[in-house]
C-alpha cells in the first residue's frame, strides 16, 4: 500500500500528464489552423504519449490496489500568438512535469518506497529524453527566427519524426 503522500502526487501527476495531453492537443489544432502540418502531427502525437503517461500512472496504482483519483483538468490556454511562443509553453510546461516527477522520486527515496522508485524511474528517463527534444526543438525555433523557409522545413522535419 503506498503512502498517503506518495497516492496524492500521483494522482496529481495523473491531472498532470493528462493536462499536458490537453495541451499538446491544443497546440496542434493551433498549427493546424495555421497550415503547419508537420508541427500538428508531431504535436497530436506527444498528446497521445501524454495520455499515456497518465494511464500508466493509473495502471500502477490499480497494481498496487491504491485508490485512483482523477481529478479536474484545467482547459488549456487556447491563446498563441507565435510557433515561438508555442515552443517556449513546451519547454515550461516539460520542465513543469520534470519537476514533479523528481519531486515524487525524492518522497519514494525519503520514504524507502522502493517499488515506486522503480516505477518512477521510466519517468525520470522519459523527462530526460522529453527535455532534449524540447530545448532542441525550442533552440532550433530560435535559430529559424522570421526565416519561413526553414520554419516550414522544420514544420517538415517534425512532422517526419517517429
Known amino acids: 500500500m503506498l503512502s498517503n503522500t506518495i497516492l496524492t502526487s500521483l494522482n496529481d501527476q495523473i491531472a498532470a500528464e493528462f493536462g499536458a495531453s490537453n495541451f499538446y492537443l491544443q497546440v496542434a489544432?493551433?498549427?493546424?489552423?495555421n497550415n503547419y502540418e508537420g508541427f500538428a502531427k508531431y504535436f497530436r502525437k506527444q498528446s497521445d504519449?501524454?495520455?499515456q503517461h497518465g494511464l500508466k500512472i493509473v495502471d500502477y496504482l490499480l497494481e498496487t490496489s491504491s485508490g485512483v483519483?482523477?481529478?479536474d483538468i484545467q482547459a488549456p490556454d487556447n491563446?498563441?500568438?507565435?510557433?515561438l511562443g508555442i515552443f517556449e509553453a513546451v519547454y515550461a510546461l516539460e520542465d513543469k512535469v520534470t519537476s514533479l516527477i523528481s519531486n515524487i522520486y525524492k518522497i519514494s527515496v525519503l520514504e524507502g518506497?522502493?517499488?515506486?522508485?522503480?516505477?518512477l524511474q521510466w519517468y525520470v528517463q522519459e523527462q530526460v529524453r522529453s527535455m532534449r527534444d524540447a530545448s532542441y526543438n525550442l533552440?532550433?525555433?530560435?535559430?529559424i527566427g522570421d526565416d519561413v523557409g526553414a520554419l516550414f522545413e522544420f514544420d517538415e522535419y517534425l512532422g517526419e519524426k517517429e
Open 29 to 33: 489544432a493551433w498549427f493546424d489552423n
Open 49 to 51: 504519449e501524454e495520455r
Open 69 to 71: 483519483q482523477i481529478k
Open 79 to 83: 491563446y498563441f500568438v507565435s510557433c
Open 113 to 119: 518506497d522502493y517499488a515506486t522508485q522503480i516505477f
Open 139 to 143: 533552440n532550433k525555433i530560435r535559430q
